[in-house]
């Protein structure tokens, strides 16, 4: 059973950076495929970023250029560097991991970008 905890999440302006975090238990992290989404009011959930096990990374494109996604599989955490934030990009965003098809969500941790 694996539980997911994001941390990070908090108000910026517009133009800052923020870097949100996932921290996540069980034995299977560095096997599982781990992504962010988010999703604003009145919006469906969205992809922002998946990175594989082999650290190939994806993006959505209203973030290319912007995010960064990484993992530490020594620590068992997930980070999303976000830089240049702008007030599209707020929302609540979640931590997701998929093992062997067994799929894990976080609480959401909220970003408001607002100034």
């Known amino acids: 059973q694996v539980q997911l905890v994001e941390s990070g999440g908090g108000l910026v302006q517009p133009g800052g950076s923020l870097t949100l975090s996932c921290a996540a238990s069980?034995?299977?992290?560095?096997?599982?495929?781990l992504a962010w989404y988010r999703q604003a009011p009145g919006k469906e959930r969205e992809r922002v970023a998946h990175?594989?096990?082999?650290?190939?990374?994806g993006y959505r494109d209203s973030v290319k250029g912007r995010f960064t996604i990484s993992r530490d599989n020594a620590k068992n955490t997930m980070y999303l560097q976000m830089n240049d934030l702008k007030s599209e990009d707020s929302a609540v965003y979640y931590c997701?991991?998929?093992?062997?098809?067994?799929?894990?969500w976080g609480q959401g941790t909220q970003v408001t970008v607002s100034g």
């Open positions: 997701y991991l998929d093992y062997i098809t067994r799929e894990y």
């Open positions: 069980g034995d299977n992290f560095r096997l599982s495929f």
């Open positions: 990175i594989r096990t082999t650290g190939v990374a």
